[in-house]
């Protein structure tokens, strides 16, 4: 499967754009790049995701790089309800239907 | 649409007691994963199905079973419960395509004593 590395913790001032870096190395031309984040005592819930292009919805923006090895989810403004841990996760088919989690980067906003 | 539940939300066991946790989704949805989450810690693929009749194991499958006879259920059982399998439980839906969001239970949460 392929993997991926994320900073453990991370912080950020309230009202500032974050950066959230997500390394992916091993990534295969199949594979999605999702993140997902858990507010505490919730289950994760959808953030973003994509395949090559750089993606923008309501709640983020993520930037892939050109090889595909890395991505940065940008939230533009960070709010304190934007504390939580963000998970980067790399969805694939063709026989790899597991989704797998690592331990995420925990996001802590500075009032 | 309810998305994914999880029944029951909060649960104590006795150590060797047996309990079975439902995972229900109303999306239609091919793929159901069942994880576990110890304090502090990240998510654990236990056991998945990519369809009705079919599972297959995770990363840390011992100690538990599942089985999915329809489409819109995964049932995760623990046979006689240890203190170990304490901890909190999350079930996952989504669709076979990998250009596909997953959705996610708002969890239960097991004590075994």
């Known amino acids: 499967d392929a993997k991926t590395t994320q900073p453990n913790s991370m912080e950020s001032n309230e009202e500032e754009p974050v950066h959230l870096p997500c390394n992916h190395s091993?990534?295969?031309?199949?594979?999605?790049i999702h993140w997902y984040r858990q507010l505490p005592s919730q289950g994760p819930e959808y953030v973003i995701h994509?395949?090559?292009s750089n993606v923008n919805n309501r709640m983020a923006s993520l930037a892939i790089a050109e090889d595909r090895k890395s991505s940065t989810l940008i939230l533009h403004r960070a709010t304190l309800r934007d504390a939580a841990v963000y998970y980067c996760?790399?969805?694939?088919?063709?026989?790899?239907?597991?989704?797998?989690f690592g331990t995420g980067t925990r996001l802590t906003i500075i009032p | 649409n309810a998305g994914v539940t999880q029944t029951p939300k909060f649960r104590v066991l006795k150590t060797g007691q047996s309990m079975t946790l439902l995972c229900a989704q109303d999306?239609?949805?091919?793929?159901m994963y069942w994880y576990r989450q110890d304090p502090g810690m990240g998510l654990r693929l236990i056991h998945y199905?990519?369809?009705?009749?079919?599972?297959a194991k995770g990363e840390v499958p011992d100690g538990y079973n599942v089985s999915r006879l329809k489409k819109q259920n995964f049932l995760l059982g623990l046979e006689s419960a240890a203190p170990s399998q304490t901890s909190v439980y999350f079930c996952?839906?989504?669709?076979?395509?990998?250009?596909?969001?997953?959705?996610f239970g708002q969890g239960t949460r097991l004590t075994v004593v």
């Open positions: 199905s990519v369809g009705e009749g079919t599972t």
């Open positions: 996952a839906s989504a669709r076979q395509h990998p250009n596909t969001e997953a959705f």
């Open positions: 994509g395949l090559t």
């Open positions: 996760i790399l969805r694939s088919n063709f026989g790899n239907e597991k989704l797998t």
């Open positions: 999306m239609n949805h091919e793929y």
């Open positions: 091993t990534i295969s031309g199949t594979d999605y």
